[in-house]
């Protein structure tokens, strides 16, 4: 029989006190592993929906709002941009911008963004199709690989888009043309599997409809059904440059620069003091962000270390109080042979294998969280969140667990291994 | 054999306890009296390499508890001495099978089930074997430190009160038992008591005074 073995005998025998140490720890450690596991998986998916985009352009309104709806699709869009106005920043041979993708955002499918733009977008994502092809024509979308699977999208599949952004039948752009599906992406674990994307024109010929109906009356519907028909056909054919339309609005622009020099990084004050339009930063908005969302994390991280520290402190009174019930059968295990260093051991090990136990308690709580989280957390962050992944600092956390059982346990495992045979024993009489 | 010579302890702050010099041969059987405060315990502790002592030394065998380091009269204790104490305090957590082949363990014994099952079978507690101490009656609770006291064979087995929280038919019971298992290891036996029931059994007797 081991020490080890006796040890977790000795725990075994208080299973109430056991249960309330293992809640405690596992409680510590299972909400610092869950604070872990979101952040790092919310850092890397802000990371890499940055997509390498220098600049973000949209109407005047929070530079913040303008980043999280237009690279991350989170937020409501800041407005519109009218493309008379932002003709300069669709020149394609502008001297500054590599890039700049027109977004026009505010449609929605059953929940899953649509967005309309151009071919750079998907290569923004460097999106692989694992079905179809590029939509080419008008009301040709491609949709992202988690759109596909959770509504169950086939090619050729066709659907009619909501106005907002959230599921609402009574929106349905009813009179428009349906889309149709003629490409689905591969999972890319960025925000493009949550996305729909169609070319620009797409949304207009959407959104022209819908003011027709509005302004005009019910009798003119077939006409003007018509109408925007060869409407349509007239844009396909053209297949005109985006800043042709100047009659029409987007929403945002995404832009790569050239190179990162003075000029570049001169252009978004420029933009944001001559122009009615805003220029964000991604990296700057999103550390805004990072600093905002910091004190509830650090809040919460000392809660967790609060209640770890209470754990290590009943893990300490309930070996220490042990010890006294205990007394007898130690000063009883000297008497049989037992070296001082033994009962050391057995209390050390008795502090550790609860450490240990917490711990893989806590990391079962946290990746079971984990797994009723990503749902949640998919929907309102609309990315793929995972309670498989492991971490380091998880290795870390077991560091430290060990240290908080073997430091609980060491005053009590000194006091055991000075047990006083004589003076026990002897006191122990009639 | 054990031998006392000019023993003496001294507690802190109080006078000195002087013993009589003491002998007793492989399988003599003792009973030491006395009143209390008269230092029996204090002796069976010293006999027993539990304490110190202020003067003198106690050997067993060719073995001096006083020349030798803590850690190998800790080991020399688990070998070769054998202790019952008024209560068994058997460990809590494990049961009657398991505190005593911990015991074998601590003495550095090889572990043997089927030796403990014989000797819980002479002192007729085989089917509580794996029980939890605590669910043991008083007079069965003695009797697994009786077990635990000769389980390794040892060759000094010291009694301190073995018997006075038991009732006359478990005192007696006891007392036989042992009497019968330390004459089973030719063990010497040294009782120390203030329970007049156990007088009678043993022909040797040293009362302190």
């Not at chain 1, 000392?302 to 520290?309: G, R, S």
Request: proline residues 3%; glycine residues 6%.
């Amino acid at each position: 029989m081991s020490i080890l073995h006796l040890s977790w005998k000795n725990i075994l025998n208080k299973p109430l006190n056991l249960v309330l140490n293992l809640v405690l720890f596992a409680l510590g450690v299972g909400l610092i592993s869950l604070l872990l596991l979101v952040n790092v998986q919310l850092e890397d998916k802000f990371e890499k929906n940055f997509a390498g985009i220098d600049l973000v352009i949209g109407a005047k309104g929070s530079p913040l709002q303008l980043i999280l709806s237009s690279l991350y699709h989170l937020d409501a869009p800041t407005g519109n941009m009218p493309v008379s106005e932002a003709k300069a920043f669709l020149n394609p041979k502008h001297p500054i911008f590599k890039s700049a993708i027109p977004l026009s955002l505010g449609d929605s499918h059953r929940g899953y963004r649509i967005v309309g733009t151009n071919t750079g977008f998907i290569d923004l994502y460097t999106a692989k199709f694992a079905d179809g092809k590029l939509f080419e024509e008008n009301m040709e979308v491609v949709v992202g690989a988690t759109v596909a699977k959770n509504l169950n999208i086939k090619l050729a599949d066709e659907f009619k888009s909501s106005h907002g952004l959230i599921e609402d039948e009574n929106l349905v752009h009813e009179d428009a043309a349906p889309f149709k599906v003629v490409g689905i992406l591969e999972k890319t674990g960025s925000v493009i599997d949550q996305l729909i994307v169609t070319k620009t024109q797409s949304i207009w010929a959407v959104h022209d409809e819908h003011s027709h109906e509005a302004e005009e009356s019910a009798d003119h519907k077939h006409n003007e059904a018509e109408h925007n028909l060869e409407h349509d056909e007239a844009e396909h054919s053209e297949d005109l440059p985006l800043s042709s339309y100047e009659d029409k609005s987007i929403t945002s622009l995404l832009v790569k620069f050239k190179g990162r020099n003075i000029q570049a990084l001169n252009m978004a004050r420029n933009i944001n003091e001559n122009t009615n339009f805003q220029a964000a930063t991604p990296a700057i908005e999103i550390n805004r962000l990072y600093t905002l969302l910091g004190v509830g994390e650090e809040a919460l991280k000392a809660m967790a270390l609060l209640i770890i520290f209470v754990s290590g402190l009943s893990i300490f009174i309930s070996l220490f109080s042990s010890l006294r019930e205990r007394k007898y059968e130690l000063a009883v295990m000297r008497t049989l042979g037992a070296r001082p260093g033994f009962l050391f051991q057995l209390i050390i090990f008795e502090g550790i294998i609860i450490a240990v136990l917490g711990y893989f308690c806590g990391i079962a709580l946290s990746h079971g969280s984990m797994v009723l989280l990503a749902d949640f957390l998919e929907k309102s962050y609309r990315y793929d969140f995972s309670a498989a992944i492991f971490l380091k600092e998880e290795i870390y956390i077991f560091g430290g667990s060990l240290v908080i059982g073997i430091i609980a346990a060491i005053i009590p495992a000194f006091q055991a291994s000075k047990t006083d045979i004589h003076a026990t024993l002897a006191d122990n009489k009639g | 054999m054990l031998k006392s010579i000019n023993l003496s302890f001294q507690y802190s702050g109080s006078t000195s306890i002087r013993f009589p010099d003491f002998t007793a041969e492989q399988g003599d059987q003792w009973l030491i009296l006395g009143p209390s405060g008269s230092g029996k315990t204090t002796l069976l502790h010293l006999l027993g390499g539990l304490l110190s002592p202020t003067e003198g030394n106690v050997t067993l065998g060719d073995f001096n508890y006083a020349t030798i380091s803590a850690a190998k009269l800790d080991k020399f204790r688990g070998e070769n001495i054998g202790i019952v104490f008024q209560k068994a305090h058997a460990v809590q957590s494990l049961s009657v099978m398991e505190n005593l082949l911990l015991t074998q363990q601590l003495g550095g014994k090889s572990l043997d089930k089927k030796k403990i099952m014989d000797l819980l079978e002479r002192l007729q507690i085989a089917h509580k074997a794996n029980q939890k101490p605590n669910r043991l009656s008083a007079g069965e609770q003695q009797r697994v430190a009786i077990a635990r006291a000769v389980v390794n064979q040892p060759r000094l087995i010291l009694a301190d009160e073995p018997t006075s929280a038991l009732d006359d038919k478990n005192s007696t019971e006891v007392q036989n038992l042992l009497k019968e298992s330390a004459e089973a290891v030719k063990a010497i036996l040294l009782v120390v008591t203030h329970d007049n029931r156990l007088t009678s059994a043993f022909h040797k007797q040293l009362l302190l005074k």
